[in-house]
C-alpha cells in the first residue's frame, strides 16, 4: 500500500473560513447563533452555530457551498492532476433531490409535471466532479457522525491502492429543520452551551460546517497513518456506558498503524456533551490511556457538525497545530473522571501524533491518526 | 480489479411489505420493530445470504442503494412538512442511511466495518470498486448489499431514476460475499475506474467472447434488458449470471460515459 498524506485543507465554519476559524478557536472568541426547533408542544429557541449568511437546503444552495470548497482545494491542482482526483462527500444530509421529487408527486397544490433525472444525495459530488474536470468516479457516504471520516479512510483505501493520485474529501452539513427536530425529538439538545466531559453536560449544540482535505501519494509534513472504522454498539443510539467499544475502536486502529499509546502527542475526542456518549468515550479513554493523555475536544467551538465533524474537526486540529499549538477545551469546569481532565489551556505543540474519535448513531464508530513530521 | 464471489443472495418484486415484516418476524426470529419497509427488505436479503453461506463477525459490509431509504423520507415527508406532525425520534433515526446497514449488521452478527455509500452514477459498479481497495487494505472479506425499494406512487421513485414515465420500476435486494481470495469462490467479478466512451464500449461489445447485457440506459446500444428498472441492476445480473453458471459482461451508460462488469461463473 502507498503511503496517503494530507496535502491541502479548508474549512468554513459558523465562525468563518480557515484563517478566522483558527483565530476564533486562538482567542476562544466564539459566535454562537439561534434557531427554532419544536417539540411536543412547542417551538423553542435553541442555540446553534450557524454560517454568516443565511443557509437554505435547497439542492442549489448546498451545491454552491460544496462547491467553493472544493475549487479551494482543487486550485493547487494542474489539469492533470484534477483528472486523476476522486471527489467524497461525507454527510448526514437528508437528499433535497428526493424531498422535491416526494413533493412534485404526492401533494396536489404542489404537483409538477413530470420530470426525470438520475439524482440522488451524490449528485452534488457528481456535478461538481464534472465542473472541475476531476476523475468522474465520485461516492458519498453516509454513516451518520463519522461520514466524512469514513469517507476519508475510503479515499485512503484508493489512493493507498494505486488507483488513483488523489482524493478531496468533503464534510457538509447545514441546517435542517427536520435533523433539528429529530434530535430536539431525542432530548439530546443542550438549550446553553457544550460542556465536554463536564459533569453539569446537557447535550450538544448543532453546527453548520463545510470543509474538504486534499490527500494524495507526494508527501508533506501531514501524513494520514490509517485507522479503523467498525460497527459495534449496544443498541442503534449508544454503546454501553463503560465505553469497551469505543476502546476496541481506539485499541485497533492503534494496532494497524502500529502505533502505541506513548506515541500519541494528543487525542481529539468527540465529545458531543451528551450524557451518555460522554461517559463511554472518558471511561473508554480510561481503559486505554494513563491520566497523563493530553486530550481535547472541538465541538465548542463550531458546534456538532454531525456528518462534517470528521474532516472538519481533522482541519481545524490541523490548523491549530500548524500554527503552533493543541487547542484547549473550553466550558470545562469539573470532569466526571476527577484523573481525566480535557487540555484547559491551550498548549504549545509543533509536531506529534494525533488520535481524532469520532462516535456515532447506527453503532458506528472511527478512530484515525495523523501524524505530522517537519521536514 | 477482481473480485470473487463466494455466495449470493437475491429478491425482486414489488414487495408486500406486511408478508416481508412477517417472515422476519417467523422464519428468523427478527425483531422488526421501529423499522420500516427499505430496512426490511435490506435485511431480509441479507437473511437470504446467511441461509447460503457462513458469516464472519469480521467480514466487513458495504450497502449501496440507488437513493436509499425513500421509505421514512416520504412517509415522514407527509406528517412533519404537511400535517406539521412532530417528527418520531425512530423515523429520525431511520432517515440516517446508516441505520440501514446497522440492522444488517445486527441480522448478520457482524461487528466490523459498515459503510452506506451511493454513487450517483453507477452506484453498485463504484462500490465494487470500495470494496476492492478496502480488502485490499484489511485482507478481510465483504458483504454488500445493494438495495432499491419502489414505494407507491412508483412516480417519486421515477423522478429520481432518470427514466422515461412509463418505465416500470421495482423493488429488489442482491448480496454478494465476496472476497480477494478464490478459495470456494464460486465466480469472480472484474472491473476498473476506467469510464469508458461510446467507441471503447463499441469495441469491449465487439471483442466480448460471452453475452453482453446492456442497461436500458445504453440507448445507443442494442438494449436486451427488458424487465423492470432498478438502480443497483448491475448487482440483479451478476446474480443471476452465477446462478445460471453463465458468463455476461454488464454495460451500464450514464451520460455518455459507460462503465462494464466482466462476470465468470465457475463451473
Known amino acids: ?375 | 480489479m477482481k473480485l470473487y464471489v463466494k455466495a449470493i443472495s437475491s429478491f425482486s418484486g414489488d414487495i408486500d411489505a406486511k408478508a416481508l415484516k412477517g417472515e422476519l418476524k417467523t422464519k428468523y426470529s427478527l425483531d422488526t420493530r421501529r423499522q420500516d419497509s427499505f430496512i426490511h427488505l435490506a435485511v431480509y436479503g441479507a437473511q437470504l445470504l446467511k441461509d447460503k453461506t457462513e458469516i464472519s463477525p469480521l467480514d466487513e459490509l458495504f450497502i449501496t442503494s440507488g437513493v436509499g431509504n425513500i421509505d421514512v423520507l416520504q412517509r415522514t415527508n407527509k406528517y412533519v412538512c404537511e400535517e406539521k406532525d412532530f417528527i418520531k425520534p425512530f423515523d429520525f433515526i431511520n432517515m440516517l442511511g446508516n441505520t440501514t446497514s446497522y440492522y444488517v449488521s445486527v441480522s448478520l452478527g457482524l461487528r466490523d466495518k459498515n459503510i452506506f455509500e451511493i454513487s450517483n452514477r453507477f452506484t453498485y459498479i463504484n462500490t465494487l470498486i470500495s470494496v476492492f481497495t478496502s480488502l485490499n487494505s484489511s485482507k478481510k472479506d465483504a458483504i454488500l448489499g445493494a438495495i432499491d425499494l419502489a414505494t407507491n406512487p412508483k412516480e417519486v421513485i421515477k423522478r429520481v431514476l432518470g427514466v422515461d414515465e412509463e418505465v416500470d420500476v421495482t423493488s429488489s435486494v442482491n448480496y454478494q460475499k465476496l472476497s480477494l481470495k478464490s478459495k470456494d469462490a464460486i465466480g469472480e467479478i472484474e472491473f476498473d475506474m476506467k469510464f469508458y466512451t461510446y467507441d471503447e464500449i463499441l469495441s469491449v461489445v465487439e471483442n466480448a467472447q460471452c453475452k453482453v447485457i446492456t442497461s436500458m440506459r445504453c440507448t445507443k446500444l442494442k438494449n436486451n434488458n427488458t424487465g423492470a428498472y432498478f438502480e443497483t441492476i448491475p448487482s440483479s445480473f451478476v446474480n443471476q449470471a452465477l446462478q445460471n453458471k453463465t458468463d455476461i459482461i454488464y454495460i451500464d451508460c450514464f451520460e455518455e460515459r459507460y462503465k462494464f462488469v466482466k462476470v465468470s461463473a465457475f463451473r
Open chain 1, 1 to 375: 500500500m502507498h503511503s496517503v498524506y494530507i496535502l491541502d485543507y479548508k474549512v468554513k465554519t459558523s465562525q468563518g473560513d480557515t484563517k478566522q476559524t483558527l483565530k476564533a478557536i486562538k482567542d476562544t472568541d466564539i459566535d454562537i447563533s439561534y434557531k427554532e426547533v419544536s417539540t411536543l408542544n412547542e417551538s423553542v429557541k435553541i442555540p446553534y452555530y450557524l454560517f454568516e449568511e443565511k443557509s437554505s437546503e435547497s439542492v442549489s444552495a448546498i451545491k454552491k457551498i460544496i462547491k467553493d470548497i472544493v475549487i479551494q482545494i482543487a486550485k493547487t491542482l494542474s489539469d492533470e492532476q484534477k483528472a486523476d482526483t476522486v471527489l467524497f462527500v461525507g454527510t448526514s444530509l437528508v437528499d433535497t433531490h428526493l424531498v422535491e421529487a416526494v413533493e412534485s408527486t404526492v401533494y396536489d397544490y404542489k404537483k409538477k409535471p413530470y420530470t426525470s433525472a438520475k439524482k440522488s444525495i451524490d449528485s452534488f459530488a457528481c456535478e461538481i466532479s464534472d465542473e472541475l474536470g476531476l476523475h468522474p468516479y465520485t461516492m458519498t457516504i453516509s454513516t451518520a457522525c463519522t461520514s466524512s471520516m469514513n469517507a476519508l479512510l475510503e479515499a485512503k483505501n484508493l489512493i493507498g491502492s494505486g488507483v488513483v493520485k488523489h482524493a478531496i474529501v468533503i464534510g457538509v452539513e447545514v441546517f435542517s429543520q427536520m435533523m433539528s427536530d429529530g434530535f430536539s425529538s431525542m432530548k439530546l439538545l443542550s438549550g446553553s452551551i457544550q460542556k465536554p466531559f463536564d459533569i453539569s453536560r446537557d447535550g450538544l449544540v448543532l453546527g453548520e460546517a463545510v470543509a474538504g482535505v486534499l490527500l494524495g501519494s507526494d508527501t508533506s509534513e501531514w501524513s494520514l497513518l490509517g485507522g479503523y472504522s467498525n460497527c459495534n454498539s449496544l443498541n442503534i443510539t449508544s454503546v454501553s456506558p463503560q465505553g469497551d467499544e469505543y476502546a476496541e475502536v481506539i485499541n485497533r486502529a492503534m494496532e494497524l498503524c502500529n502505533v502505541k499509546t506513548d506515541d500519541i502527542t494528543a487525542i481529539k475526542a468527540h465529545a458531543t456533551s451528551t450524557l451518555t456518549n460522554d461517559l463511554s468515550e472518558i471511561n473508554a479513554i480510561k481503559k486505554v490511556f494513563s491520566p497523563d493523555v493530553v486530550f481535547t475536544t472541538l465541538k465548542p467551538y463550531v458546534g456538532h457538525t454531525l456528518g462534517a465533524c470528521g474532516v472538519l474537526e481533522l482541519a481545524m486540529l490541523i490548523s491549530c497545530i500548524d500554527d503552533g499549538f493543541i487547542p484547549k477545551t473550553i466550558n470545562h469546569e469539573k470532569s466526571i473522571i476527577d484523573e481525566y481532565v480535557p487540555l484547559l489551556n491551550h498548549k504549545p505543540c509543533e509536531d506529534g501524533t494525533f488520535m481524532l474519535n469520532y462516535f456515532g448513531f447506527g453503532g458506528n464508530n472511527t478512530s484515525v491518526l495523523v501524524k505530522k513530521e517537519i521536514r
